[in-house]
């Protein structure tokens, strides 16, 4: 697989799966997502350590998913980033604290993110 540029998230029905930790969304939305695509995942570890999980995939013990943000900084190493051809959709909110000052730089991201197109 790894002259691949995309795959199949059930090709990896098989393997090992290296998770974040139940208290990151990520966690239940890997299970979910393979789940949609066709089946459960093998847990074999769950970290709250991202690099961690990096370095196991590094050792060969599983797969993982990752925010692409995290596969731009370890793109270069002993392992290959696989895309997949199916994905989910990663939702972000903003929270910020009621009747409590909010600097200008704050609102002007806010707006800006509200500008930009719903995909």
């Known amino acids: ?9 059930i090709e990896f029905k098989d ?3 290296l ?3 139940k208290e990151f ?15 459960t995942p093998k847990i ?3 970290s709250s350590q991202w690099d961690f999980i990096v370095g196991m995939v ?7 998913l990752m925010p692409e943000l995290i596969c731009e900084r370890v793109k270069d ?15 972000l909110g903003i929270i910020s604290a ?3 000052y909010m600097p200008y730089v704050s609102k002007a991201f806010i707006s800006l993110v509200q500008d930009l197109p719903k995909v």
């Open 98 to 100: 009621k009747n409590r």
């Open 44 to 46: 074999a570890y769950e």
């Open 19 to 21: 998770l974040l930790s």
């Open 1 to 9: 697989m790894a002259y691949l540029e995309k795959v199949d998230l």
């Open 25 to 39: 969304t990520l966690n239940g939305r890997t299970i979910d997502f393979c789940i949609s695509e066709g089946f």
């Open 77 to 91: 190493g002993p392992y290959k980033v696989i895309s997949l051809t199916n994905t989910f959709p990663w939702m």
């Open 15 to 17: 393997d090992p799966f």
């Open 58 to 64: 590094e050792k060969n013990l599983g797969v993982t």
